[in-house]
């Protein structure tokens, strides 16, 4: 053993110029390089911990073959560019090769010239492929972002059903599967599906204590936006939208404002690629997105994420907000409230008012095993939404009493500029429902109720 801990820290220094391993990474490591029969492992850790290096690591020790198995081809063209700027060889197995090409490919894996084979599940499945991989000793499969196999395998991924059989036909010497966020549905899945009942499982721990967690209920949503993102040290930012119209709507209403671009699977693949290369290099932007860009991207100087509305489970937005602060410094996250179509579970969870970061550990099955390091319940430092005081203030006119009046007169001062009657007059009904103005014989009256997250 202390052999092995020897070997694995001159790997780290001279291969990859680590000198310090986490806890978890010692232990994921050395669990799968010391020899004996081990079950199958998961290992569940935040977005930014260093997880790629558990089975990079690895790769680079083990005698046969590592095949790591990603869900989107981003995914596999950043983790390619990582071993080759190490000067670690590896090859890409994706679709649209030639033959020839596959050949070659597959010589160098059988000769060991080549230890790494990086693909996705469509490419794992053909029979011609399992046929040539099957014949090589394999020593480790490898499954980033394994949370899909479950989530997707039920709706547009059906190859990924087909896991358990592939896997069978390779055998390799062990499955390690990786993700930073599984609930106990999910995790209960993958044993059952692909890794077995017995498999290992390593908690790194879902809290990231560098994320502050907020949440408001906006009454003028786009207000909220611009108060939130206008100081420079809250940018680079992403704001996920509930559909690709509005991620267009927003970045081009809110172009004057930022630097905005907006992202979403709709888009062709030259321009989300490119998309993504122009905000990667960009310090100030703010990025307007569906849940399609996620996963595929590391940009690590990202400072804030807005959820203009929730998905639909703590594993998808503790996915999606783990996208900011991959550096370690301090970064924020905020979730509207009350803003989304057909409000979800997770509205639950951020309504309470216990700990913001407690609630959503808990809802992934785990216990917070440390004190908040910050969100605005604990800080006890909440969101007044934009907006609101002003049409408090509007409302003191002893004359300004009829709707159509305090919608006229709040359109002329200059913070309501971007915003059009309809918004406004939406902004007021949100007030109306959340019993803060009262309307009696068509005017109306402001009372002063707490306004914070739809009190």
Not at 127 to 156: C, N, P, Q, Y
Not at 378 to 394: F, H, L, Q, S, T
Not at 399 to 411: A, H, N, T, V
Not at 434 to 448: A, C, S, T, Y
């Amino acid at each position: 053993m202390p052999d092995l801990h020897l070997v694995i820290e001159k790997t780290a220094r001279e291969v990859f110029s680590i000198n310090y391993l986490r806890p978890f990474q010692q232990h994921i490591i050395c669990n799968i390089l010391e020899r004996g029969e081990k079950p199958n492992l998961l290992a569940i850790l935040p977005t930014g911990a260093g997880k790629s290096l558990c089975f990079m690591l690895p790769a680079v020790l083990l005698e046969g073959l590592t095949i790591i198995v990603y869900p989107l081809l981003s995914l596999m063209r950043d983790q390619e560019h990582r071993f080759r700027s190490l000067g670690i060889p590896c090859h890409v197995l994706m679709g649209g090769m030639e033959w020839k090409a596959k050949d070659r490919m597959f010589t160098d894996l059988a000769q060991k010239k080549v230890r790494i084979l990086i693909t996705n599940m469509e490419m794992l499945s053909q029979e011609a492929i399992l046929s040539r991989l099957k014949s090589m000793r394999i020593s480790l499969l490898v499954l980033d972002e394994a949370h899909t196999i479950i989530s997707w395998g039920k709706t547009f991924r059906p190859v990924y059903n087909e896991l358990g059989r592939i896997s069978g036909l390779l055998n390799p010497g062990r499955i390690i599967a990786f993700t930073a966020t599984s609930d106990e549905d999910t995790t209960n899945a993958l044993k059952k599906e692909v890794l077995g009942e017995d498999a290992l499982v390593v908690y790194g721990g879902l809290d990231r204590p560098n994320i502050i967690y907020h949440r408001l209920s906006p009454v003028f949503p786009l207000l909220d936006i611009i108060s939130i993102l206008t100081p420079p040290e809250r940018r680079p930012a992403l704001v996920f939208c509930m559909s690709r119209a509005l991620a267009e709507k927003l970045s081009n209403r809110l172009s004057g404002q930022f630097r905005t671009r907006f992202y979403h699977a709709g888009m062709d693949k030259v321009r989300r690629l490119g998309t993504e290369k122009d905000f990667l290099d960009d310090r100030e932007g703010v990025m307007f997105c569906t849940c399609a860009y996620g996963m595929g991207v590391d940009k690590k100087d990202l400072r804030t994420v807005i959820h203009y509305s929730l998905p639909e489970s703590a594993s998808d937005y503790l996915q999606e907000s783990g996208r900011i602060g991959r550096d370690g410094r301090e970064s924020h996250a905020y979730a509207f409230l009350g803003n989304s179509y057909r409000p979800g579970p997770l509205e639950e969870v951020f309504a309470s008012d216990s700990c913001i970061r407690e609630n959503l550990i808990r809802a992934m099955g785990q216990v917070m095993d440390s004190s908040c390091e910050g969100c605005d319940v604990c800080d006890g430092n909440r969101i007044v939404p934009k907006g609101v005081e002003n049409v408090r203030k509007a409302l003191r006119v002893p004359y300004l009493r009829k709707r159509s009046d305090l919608i006229r007169i709040l359109r002329r001062n200059p913070i309501f500029h971007l915003l059009d009657e309809y918004e406004i007059g939406k902004g007021i009904d949100r007030l109306l429902d959340r019993g803060v103005i009262r309307r009696r014989f068509g005017r109306l009256k402001w009372v002063g109720m707490n306004i914070e997250h739809g009190n």
